[in-house]
């Protein structure tokens, strides 16, 4: 499983209709589960972005089906990065010496 974190805000029409987004969060739960993995954490955030999510999926193409069919929806607008666990960074870092 690939872990992505997603740093998100609200557009004009998600802002409009936020005493709906725990059930648009619902439903975003259910997608990634129905592809095939799940969401680890959800934060509503200050700042620059409205939220920070954390989820994984079995690879890129299917994360960009995920994001593709948020914002489609148009209550959001995204960037999403891959992430590495320690592990993984451990071995790049070990491989470069």
């Keep these: 499983m690939t872990t992505y974190i997603m740093l998100g805000n609200w557009t004009d029409q998600g802002i ?16 990634l589960t129905d592809l095939g993995g799940g969401m680890k954490s959800f934060h ?4 620059e972005y409205d939220f920070v999510v954390t989820y994984e999926l079995p690879d890129d193409a299917v994360a960009a089906r995920f994001t593709l069919q948020l914002a489609m929806l148009g209550n959001v607008r995204s ?3 891959k992430a590495f666990p320690e592990a993984a960074f451990r071995e790049l870092i070990s491989s470069l010496r």
């Design 79 to 81: 960037r999403t990065m």
């Design 44 to 47: 509503l955030t200050m700042g």
């Design 16 to 31: 409009r209709n936020a005493g709906d987004a725990a059930k648009r969060l619902d439903a975003a739960k259910k997608l």
